[in-house]
């Protein structure tokens, strides 16, 4: 009998044991959030068309619950890319940036909390749409503590609209491939929140010059020429608010860059109700890594706003120039772009478009099959033509 409640104590505290594990396991996963219709249990999602939350199933508006829970995670996850990006050395940028693109790279699966599908993901990974159900899951953990987003601009235009821009834009493209605007092809196109860091500088800047006048005239047949000096000084301070810098290492600069202007007028606090219906993800680059190019942009505009307040001499010799920022700060927010991804030939072409004013940047790839039977059907006429013309020429 000993024997027996010895054996089953120790099968009680493996089960135990077992299942304190699993749990632990399952708190430090936590972090899922989905919005269901309370009408229908439907997947909520916000409508960039009428600007609150839509359940597409009943089609009733502001109808979403919360519902948290939990994410199996598999897969090689480190929810701390910033710590590598910082473990790889302060003073070496490069080397810095590097490990932010290697961390940014790391792949995980998470179990979808609605229909048990594995939803492929990276590691910065906030919202994404499960390739089985379809539903909208918001990973909390990448939306909350230091990756807790300050302000975001919600989507302006919907699916349906950014369509018909890049149709618009390049319907007249005839050497473009069939598919290229096709339902089916267009049908990938998916709206996407990209972390951007938002940097606020005071500045004193100043300029000391020498600039000349130069003024001439003629009288009888002697021309004259008059040359004024003047001693050139200003001392302005210029604000900078907002001067945006995206944190994603997989979106390309050049291309966020050109995505701007955004109306910032129209930044709204962040919830993550937003997010339902988008994909997102939480800034891969830390705020100092990327500063450089939010100094670079303040630099150049302070030099122009010097440049443009002594305008008007015939020439201006600088002397001496300063840029001091007095005050610094930087808050981390999300902007929407749409995105449509064609690959042709092996080779992709990705098309960007402003979620907020509907700018749309990207390449229309090129059909050589397409090109060579124009060329082709315009030799075929012109030599019809030019058989015409012989023919009546011969009759003449």
């Excluded at 907020?356 to 397409?370: M, W």
Aim: hydrophobic content about 30%.
């Amino acid at each position: 009998m000993y024997f027996t409640i010895w054996k089953y104590d120790g099968i009680y505290g493996k089960i135990k044991k077992f299942y304190e594990e699993k749990c632990r396991k399952r708190q430090k996963a936590r972090g899922k959030m989905i919005f269901r219709c309370k009408n229908c249990g439907g997947n909520v999602v916000y409508s960039p068309e009428r600007k609150k939350m839509f359940c597409p199933f009943c089609e009733s508006e502001d109808s979403e619950e919360r519902e948290d829970g939990v994410i199996e995670t598999s897969g090689e996850e480190n929810g701390t890319a910033e710590g590598t990006v910082q473990a790889a050395g302060a003073g070496q940028p490069v080397s810095r940036m590097a490990a932010a693109e290697g961390a940014a790279q790391k792949k995980v699966t998470k179990v979808c909390p609605n229909c048990g599908g594995e939803i492929p993901m990276t590691v910065n990974t906030s919202a994404t749409q499960c390739p089985y159900c379809d539903n909208y899951v918001i990973v909390d953990d990448q939306i909350s503590g230091a990756y807790t987003p300050h302000m975001l601009i919600p989507f302006h235009m919907g699916k349906e609209v950014c369509k018909k821009l890049i149709r618009d834009k390049f319907e007249k493209c005839i050497f473009a491939p069939t598919d290229f605007l096709s339902e089916v092809r267009m049908n990938g196109i998916y709206g996407e929140y990209v972390p951007f860091w938002f940097y606020d500088y005071n500045t004193n800047c100043t300029f000391h010059g020498e600039g000349t006048k130069v003024r001439s005239w003629t009288t009888g047949n002697t021309q004259y020429t008059e040359t004024s000096y003047y001693d050139i000084v200003r001392d302005m301070d210029i604000d900078f608010v907002k001067i945006p810098v995206d944190a994603s290492v997989g979106m390309p600069d050049d291309v966020m860059d050109l995505m701007e202007p955004f109306d910032y007028k129209e930044l709204q606090e962040f919830k993550p109700e937003y997010l339902s219906g988008f994909h997102s993800e939480r800034y891969n680059m830390t705020s100092d890594l990327v500063e450089s190019r939010a100094k670079a942009k303040m630099q150049e505009d302070a030099q122009k706003m010097l440049h443009d307040s002594y305008s008007g001499y015939s020439s201006v010799r600088k002397m001496g120039e300063n840029i001091n920022v007095t005050d610094s700060s930087v808050s981390y927010g999300l902007l929407p772009v749409w995105k449509y991804d064609y690959s042709y030939k092996g080779k992709e072409y990705p098309f960007y478009v402003n979620g907020q004013t509907g700018k749309l940047v990207g390449t229309a790839p090129i059909s050589k099959a397409k090109v060579w039977a124009y060329a082709g059907t315009l030799g075929v006429t012109l030599a019809a033509i030019l058989c015409m013309v012989n023919a009546i020429a011969s009759l003449v």
